[in-house]
Structures are given as C-alpha cells and as structure tokens.
C-alpha cells in the first residue's frame, strides 16, 4: 500500500509538473508573439552600363550598404537578388551592424548572415534568397549596413541605381573591416534586396509603386528625404500608425505600361508589392513616363486606366487597401504638350472619381503653384518644372492623409 501511494504521489507530481511545464511555455509563446514585416526594401533592375560598380569592381572584393529601415525588430531577414545576372552569384559572407559615420559601423553590433546554416551562398541565375533568421534587434528608422564579400560576380548585375545613399567598395575580402578607411564609393545598391524583421502582431507595411520621384530623384543624397521617408517619420509619430513599415518600390524612368528602365509596374506589380511580407495598403503613383513619352496621349490614357484596375482588382483579391495618388502637373518640363496634358488630366479625374481605389492622394494639388495649378510651384522642384526637389519631398510626405492608414 505505501509503494501504491508512493506511486500515486508521483504521477501527480509529475501531471503538476507537465501542466506548469506547458503553460511555462504557453507564456513563451506569448512573449514572442509577432509576425515578419518588410522594414525596408527597394525594387530591383538589370543595372546599366553607366552604373556599373567603379574599379575595383565587385569580383572578389568586399562592398558595404547602407539603408534605413522604417520600423524595428528584436531579429531579421535579408534578400540577396540575381534576378537580372547571366551567371551564378558567388558570396564569402555577409554581415549586418548599425551605421555610424560614412563607411564606419558599430564593432560591438555586428551580425553575421547565414544561409541555411552556411555564411557562403551561390545565388543562381535569376534566383532571389532569404537569409537564415538572425536575433539582432534593430530600431525604428535605424541606419544599418549590410557588408558582403563577394567572388564571382555576373557580368550583367542586379541591383538598384537610384539608391541616394553611399556605398563603399574595398578590394579583397574585408568582411572583418569595421573602418573601410580608403573605400571607393559610389551612389548605388547591388544584390540587396530586402529586409524583414520580426515585430510585434500590429505591424504591417506599406508598400509604394513609383518611378523617379517616388525613388528620390531631387532628395539629398544621404539625406533620406525622399517623401516616403517623409511619410514614414510622420507614421512613426501617430499612435495609431506607429507600427506601420514604408517600402519604397521606385524606380527612375520606370513606366506602367512598356519601355523605360527596369521591368514595367504592370510586370512587376506582383513581385514589389503583393509579394511583400506582411504588407497591408498599397499606393500606386506612377504614370508620368508613360504620359511623356506618349506617341498616342488618348490611348495612353485609357490604357494606364485599364492598368491600374487590374492593380486594384489584384490587391483587392488579397485582402489589401489600395490608394491611388493623381499625376503631378509638367507643364514647362520637356514633357509637356496639350495632348499629354489632357492625358494627365483624364487620368486624374479617373482617379478621383470613378477608380475603385480605397482612397486617393491628390498628390496633383500638393506643391502645384496655386494660381496656375497646371505647374509645379518654383519652391517646390528641381529646376525641371517635373521632379520635386527636397523641400517638395517634404511636401509630399507632409500631405499624404495619415488616416488612411489607421483601419
């Protein structure tokens, strides 16, 4: 009998125990309860002669890029491209720190990036890859950099040009290089892609379709300025939007419908924004490339109309909010014509009156001179009646509604 008890007494301990071990790890689960969200993030393209990486080049020596990302993580996930590559990416090894002054990075901060438990990746021909989850805990608008050494580079390289954001190139492999004292810069990004963080269950992303001028062009290198920088300082601000991420998917000379440089939004529409992680609303502005280079201003208009119907009935099949934001005026650009005007203006009124958008960005009247709508205010951009320039970045990210992005 007192073996019985004794017995007895044990399995109920161990009930207790297995009861207390479950909801020890019930409270665990609850403490890092999130999700994964883009932070930062930038649209991709075959990178053109002209800005092709300075000697020493990218084979076999080491670069360094710095971003800012929009909000913070307690860990991370980088994307490497070779999307546009015509030969297998070689890479020793990568690592991510927080940013100090120009090449310099935090010694004490640094992270190494693995792939599936490796720190050398081959990222083959038109391929993209995650990196292995990483804890490093990162903060909202952080300036972080992300060195990779590299080996055999393609001679056809993906990256993106219009970055506004220094870079730094050091020959050999100088992944261990806090300093990069003696770099060679240039102002653009090559393979990077993408990062993710893990955050708490409220973030989300916002992601943004542009061209030139939602990708910088007339923002201060380095600066970060441009206006969906701008944008997402002010959400950062607001209570009810502070957890929401900004992706600026501009690229310059980008059209929506054919020609211009990289792949057209229509074409990529799925790949920079529907297929972010966890993104929430989406914001599609881009049309002006399309309208200036127009041999066909009329059908031009009716077409980027039936363009950005399939955009909405895709985001709409996802579950995503979808914001349209009106053309800005060119008159006195090289752009200009009465025909093309008409374009933008038909575009415009569709936008405003008859899309089936969750809201509109009237980003037509926000730096527009008030006397004469039709052209950009002298304050406001950069000496082409066409592009903002910094102040009218700021403008812009001061004029999106932050209220559409609180529900």
Known sequence: MKNKKTILSCCVFAAAFLLQSCASKTQQVEKISGHWTG????????TEEHNMPPAP??????IRQRFKTSIGGDSLKLRLSNEFGDQPLEIFSVTIAPALEGSVVDSLHIAEIKFSGKENITIPVGENIFSDAVAFKTTAREDLAVTIAYGVVPEKLTGHPGSRTTSYILSGNQIKNNT?????TTDHWYSIERLDVFGNENTAAIAVLGNSITDGRGSTTNAQNRWPDIFAERLLQNPATKDLAVLNMGIGGNCVLNGGLGPTASVRFER????????KYVIVYEGVNDMGYSPDPEKTAKDLIE???KMIEKAHQKGLKIFGATIMPFKKSFYHDDKKEKCRLAVNEWIKTKADY?????FSSAIC??????VLDDNYHDNDYLHPNAQGHKKMGEFV????FEN
């Open 307 to 309: 363009a950005y119907s």
């Open 272 to 279: 920079d924004i529907l297929n972010q992680t966890n993104v």
């Open 358 to 362: 969750d809201g509109v960005i009237d």
């Open 369 to 374: 001179n008030q006397e004469t709508p039709d």
């Open 39 to 46: 932070t930062w993030g930038t649209a991709v393209q075959l």
């Open 180 to 184: 990069f004292s003696g770099a060679v």
């Open 401 to 404: 509604d932050l209220k559409l």
């Open 57 to 62: 080049g990218l084979t076999q020596n080491t």
